[in-house]
């Protein structure tokens, strides 16, 4: 039929479902989107898409993790957005001076917004279902994080509490608690920058190759893994004959839509090779005098009116390597670079 659109042809990524964010409430697109390196590394996360009660032990040269479900089931991947939001955060925080917390507060639909969900009565349910999941799966494992080794049982957030939710019931303000563990790796900074086309992947196997990818391949050239090896390192229940069928087709859509976001995939025989996209920059060094200059929080609103569109906190960290020495009036100072940063490049 002219005009039908095939398999092959339709995009393998979810909707952009907020191109337009609003970048005056939602500080997610201020904040990098960052995962812990332990949990990028380790099967942590379900891969199903239906609720997972199998209980599971993945061991691996010597490191174990064992994760067990409440009632509700296992965490999923996309359970995992809420840590990846948490993350970030702190981490945005703390590269600008502020106090590290393991309590994170926020606006239920700035992480909905931020993580591309919906933002209809679907999102907010399918949000509060990825708390009771987060909560009630428990690890425990030997996998040091921030030098630290835990042997005793815990959960991924300690606490999930709705400080304020409309009339009608939705959640609007939230309360997170993250666990030691997951504390100990942010405030190590033992985390890595995550493209934001992750929130756009569709299926829970891509999201966990690109995790693989990101921490083993990171800003070299290429890595390969063997397919037994991957499965593993993925948590896949499936057979190894369906499980490289997942992976080509993966394979097949990525060289037809070029949709893992920083590299690209391939199957030479029972490799699976990533070569990168040369889509990341390295992280720069700022000054230690820069390190330990303050801005306000009414600048960041001020800033984001001085450059609409643009995510000040990267801007904040162009203007802290540009700067070296810290100025007398950190605000005033940053404000002009964002000014000035707007007549110069337009909108993003």
């Known amino acids: 039929m002219v005009g039908e659109i095939s398999k092959e042809s339709k995009s393998p990524l979810l909707p952009d479902r907020?191109?337009?964010?609003?970048?005056?409430?939602?500080?997610?697109?201020?904040?990098?989107?960052?995962?812990?390196m332990a949990s990028m590394e380790h099967p942590i996360f379900s891969l199903s898409t239906k609720?997972?009660?199998?209980?599971?032990?993945?061991?691996?040269?010597?490191?174990?993790?064992?994760?067990?479900?409440?009632?509700?089931?296992?965490?999923?991947?996309?359970?995992?957005?809420?840590?990846i939001y948490c993350i970030s955060q702190l981490m945005a925080g703390l590269n600008a001076g502020r106090p590290l917390s393991r309590t994170v507060r926020f606006k239920a639909y700035d992480l909905l917004t931020a993580t591309n969900r919906m933002t209809n009565g679907q999102g907010y349910d399918g949000l509060k279902a990825a708390f009771e999941r987060l909560r009630g799966t428990t690890i425990s494992t030997n996998i040091v994080t921030g030098g630290e080794e835990q042997f005793d049982v815990f959960g991924l957030i300690d606490r999930a509490r709705i400080i304020r939710q409309t009339r009608d019931g939705r959640m609007q303000e939230i309360e997170i608690e993250l666990s030691d563990w997951l504390f100990n790796a942010i405030r190590n900074k033992e985390v890595l920058t995550l493209h934001r086309g992750y929130f756009r992947l569709r299926k829970p196997l891509e999201r966990r190759i690109y995790e693989l990818a990101r921490k083993h391949c990171g800003m070299k050239d290429e890595w390969k893994i063997g397919l037994e090896t991957l499965q593993k390192k993925c948590g896949s229940n499936s057979t190894s004959r369906e499980f490289k069928r997942l992976v080509l087709t993966i394979v097949q859509q990525d060289a037809l839509h070029q949709h893992m976001p920083d590299y690209a995939i391939t199957l030479e025989g029972e490799q699976v090779m990533f070569?990168?996209?040369?889509?990341?920059?390295?992280?720069?060094?700022?000054?230690?005098?820069?390190?330990?200059?303050?801005?306000?929080?009414?600048?960041?609103?001020?800033?984001?009116?001085?450059?609409?569109?643009?995510?000040?906190?990267?801007l904040e960290s162009e203007w802290r390597d540009w700067m070296k020495e810290a100025p007398k009036n950190a605000d005033k100072a940053f404000l002009g670079f964002c000014r000035k940063w707007r007549e110069n490049h337009g909108y993003p």
């Open 51 to 83: 609720a997972d009660h199998g209980e599971r032990l993945y061991e691996h040269n010597g490191q174990f993790v064992k994760i067990a479900p409440s009632s509700h089931g296992l965490a999923t991947i996309h359970d995992r957005d809420v840590l």
């Open 18 to 36: 907020h191109p337009t964010p609003d970048f005056f409430v939602c500080d997610i697109f201020d904040a990098v989107p960052k995962g812990d």
């Open 275 to 314: 070569r990168n996209r040369g889509t990341m920059q390295p992280a720069k060094e700022i000054s230690s005098q820069m390190r330990m200059v303050f801005i306000s929080p009414d600048t960041y609103e001020l800033a984001r009116e001085a450059a609409p569109g643009w995510d000040v906190h990267y």
